[in-house]
Each structure stands twice: as C-alpha cells, then as structure tokens.
T-cell receptor
C-alpha cells in the first residue's frame, strides 16, 4: 500500500492564480481531510469528507473548495491564490466504523505552497 | 480559548534523560486522545493513543486526567532519534475531525 499520496510536493503560485492539490489514498478509508500548517502553528482543518459525494467545511475553509467523486481521491482547489494561503498542506484519511469507532488518521507527505 | 494547548518548548535534554510534556484540552466532551510525532518537514505520525487508565509503549508513557482535562507524555532514556515535535491531539464526541495542539519541540543532545 502506498498509503496517502499528495502531489505536487512543492509549488510557487502568483497572486490570483489557481491550482489543485491532489490527494489519493489506497487504504479504502471512508474519511478524508485537508489541513494546513503554518510555521509554529498547529494543524487547522480546511475541509473534510465522510464518504464519496459528501464534503463539509472545517475550521478555515475560506478560499478553498473540495470534491470527493471517488473513495480514493480528495482534491483541494485554490481558485484565487493569496499570500495568506502560503502554508504546508496535509491530506489525511481514516476509517470510521459504523459503531462509532474511528481509527487513527494517516497523513500524506504534504504540499508546500508559496504564494507570491 | 484554544481547543488544545501545549507548552511549545523547546525542550533541550541530554541523551538518557527523562522528559515530560503536558497538554490541556478545553472541551470536557472530548473522547479520544493521542500523541503524534512530527519530524522536521515531515507529516505527523501517530505515536500512541492515550487511554483513561494510562498506557505505556516501551520508553513512552501516556497519562490522561479527565477531571483536570490534562494529558501527559513521558519519555524515559531519551535517544537522539526522539528529537521531533510532539503534537497533542484530541477528538471530541460527535466531531468528525481531530484538534491539534501547536506541538512541543524536543531536541535530544549527545
């Protein structure tokens, strides 16, 4: 199993440009998440998904969009890049059992984004 | 008030030392607790879950005090390879996501 993979590893964007951060997991996890981590700060949840076709906002969703058309993929879209979106972005996935138990989250290696 | 608060450190300790990290959480409805480890420029990885009765995994011991809403991690006989940032993580009842502390940075010195 590759686990959670993310592309690209690093990207520089100009203000106003758009891009999609890709995330794929091969563990058949139903839950997937996008976090951002700023220097010296904890991870902040951007969006999450509890299954294909279902997404919901996290703590800091403004400026981002997501979709979940398959169990495996959960891309994150930045439409109009701003310097405030300079950060490291982590995708994660986990399995949530119907009886309420959620397994640990597995993280991808991250995408470093610089907006100039 | 932050959901999860940690002392950011840094903690600089010699090899072989014992070091303890503390964490407090604000929501009494929190149900699951974890310590994650994050190496420099890497993703967080689960170190251990924290159970109500306390639990141990080799040199690592985790404790939970629900009354005080307090979690701790004790590392005995520190190794150079323990140098990392340790993240306190909490899951609230009914929530679909985890809440992360800002992390405590540990450097083990030869």
């Amino acid at each position: 199993n590759a686990g959670v993979t993310q592309t690209p590893k690093f990207r520089i964007l100009k203000i106003g440009q758009s891009m999609t951060l890709q995330c794929t997991q091969d563990m058949n996890h139903n839950y997937m998440y996008w976090y951002r981590q700023d220097p010296g700060m904890g991870l902040k949840l951007i969006y999450y998904s509890v299954g294909a076709g279902i997404t919901d906002k996290g703590e800091v969703p403004n400026g981002y969009n997501v979709s979940r058309s398959t169990t495996e993929d959960f891309p994150l879209r930045l439409e109009l890049a701003a310097p405030s979106q300079t950060s490291v972005y982590f995708c994660a996935s986990s399995y949530y059992w119907s009886h309420g138990y959620q397994e640990t989250q597995y993280f991808g290696p991250g995408t470093r984004l610089l907006v100039l | 008030r932050k959901e999860v608060e940690q002392d950011p450190g840094p903690f600089n300790v010699p090899e072989g030392a014992t070091v303890a990290f503390n964490c407090t959480y604000s929501n009494s409805a929190s149900q699951s607790f974890f310590w994650y480890r994050q190496d420099c420029r890497k993703e967080p990885k689960l170190l251990m879950s924290v159970y109500s009765s306390g639990n141990e995994d080799g040199r690592f011991t985790a404790q939970l005090n629900r009354a005080s809403q307090y979690i701790s991690l004790l590392i005995r006989d520190s190794k150079l390879s323990d140098s990392a940032t340790y993240l306190c993580v909490v899951k609230q009842t009914g929530a679909n996501n985890l809440f992360f502390g800002t992390g405590t940075r540990l450097t083990v010195i030869p």
